[in-house]
């Protein structure tokens, strides 16, 4: 079920098409690789489908270790395997990339005094002490 996709109680039903048993296989070093092998109703492999892979590892940063989870095109759990590194690079030169957009979006932001949280307590602004409604936008 994706994101954008919103079901009430009564209309829940589990997609008896679409069944993958998870699968987590790990070094202990670097990372793991997790696997979701399609299923039938019975639990048995349905080999008419693919199983799909993901990488996951953690890198350290100055605040403390991130984790980061990414996709890896694989036909097999050795290609996984051998993809992964690959796969872990490009996935944090994104990261990389979108922190890189947030700040300079973030420079680029007027700040008009008055307007938006901080400030001194008592003064417009302030997140709640003094004037304004609490509503940034």
């Known amino acids: 079920m994706s994101d954008t996709e919103t079901t ?3 209309e829940m039903k589990f997609d008896a098409e679409n069944l993958f048993r998870e699968e987590k296989i790990t070094d202990m070093k670097m ?9 039938k109703v019975d639990g048995s492999e349905d080999t008419a489908r ?3 892979y993901s990488g996951q590892t953690q890198i350290m940063t100055q605040s ?8 890896i095109e694989a036909a097999s ?3 996984a395997i051998e993809a992964f590194a690959g796969c872990a690079n490009k996935a944090i030169e994104k990261m990389i990339e979108e922190v890189k957009e947030m700040q300079r979006r973030e ?7 008055g307007q938006g949280p ?14 304004g409604s609490g509503i940034i936008s």
């Open 8 to 10: 009430s109680l009564e």
């Open 31 to 39: 990372g793991a690789i997790r696997v979701l092998v399609p299923v």
């Open 50 to 52: 693919p199983s799909e």
């Open 64 to 71: 403390g270790p991130v984790p980061l989870e990414f996709p």
């Open 77 to 79: 759990l050795a290609d």
């Open 107 to 113: 420079a680029s932001r007027i700040v008009v005094p």
């Open 118 to 131: 901080g400030g001194m307590p008592g003064m417009p602004g302030a997140g709640g002490f003094g004037g």
